[in-house]
């Protein structure tokens, strides 16, 4: 066990320069949020901590590798679905070059890069987590 707070999943907001990297979930009914913009990320898996949950998430989703120190653990907030383990919520820096590097797996339909301003603007986002890099914009803001 990691010794965190007991979480149910963790997602993660790639910054690269002023966009961020998405994907677009599958449009299968039965999934929360189907065919919508996300953040990588999901479920917990054997007590592993936040950083490792995105971490594994991301090479399962995309492909690479980035090391659990490179994550910035930013806020907790509470499950969505309304009851339940809290969520986490992580941001990494990363440079364009790595975006050569991306397999894209068999979750989600294609991913890209978008600016952040398109991100939070689309109607075709999942709501929690544009609330979830707006709110981290705004403390960033104020740090500066």
């Not at 919508?36 to 999901?42: E, I, V």
């Not at 070059?97 to 986002?125: K, Y």
Request: charged share 25%; hydrophobic share 40%; with cysteine.
């Amino acid at each position: 066990m990691s010794g965190e707070i007991d979480f149910h999943g963790a997602k993660v907001a790639f910054f690269i320069n002023d966009h961020i990297l998405v994907y677009r979930r599958d449009n299968k009914p039965d999934i929360p949020f189907p065919d919508m913009l996300d953040l990588p990320g999901g479920g917990r898996e054997n007590g592993e901590s936040g950083a490792e949950c995105v971490a594994r998430e991301t090479f399962e989703e995309f492909g690479i590798r980035i090391a659990i120190d490179e994550f910035d653990h930013v806020q907790t907030y509470p499950n969505w679905r309304g009851s339940g383990a809290v969520a986490l919520f992580f941001v990494c820096r990363l440079s364009a070059p790595i975006l050569d590097e991306i397999v894209f797996g068999d979750e989600g339909q294609d991913w890209q890069t978008m600016p952040v301003v398109e991100f939070l603007a689309s109607n075709n986002a999942v709501p929690h987590l544009q609330l979830r890099l707006q709110e981290y914009l705004k403390t960033r803001d104020l740090r500066h």
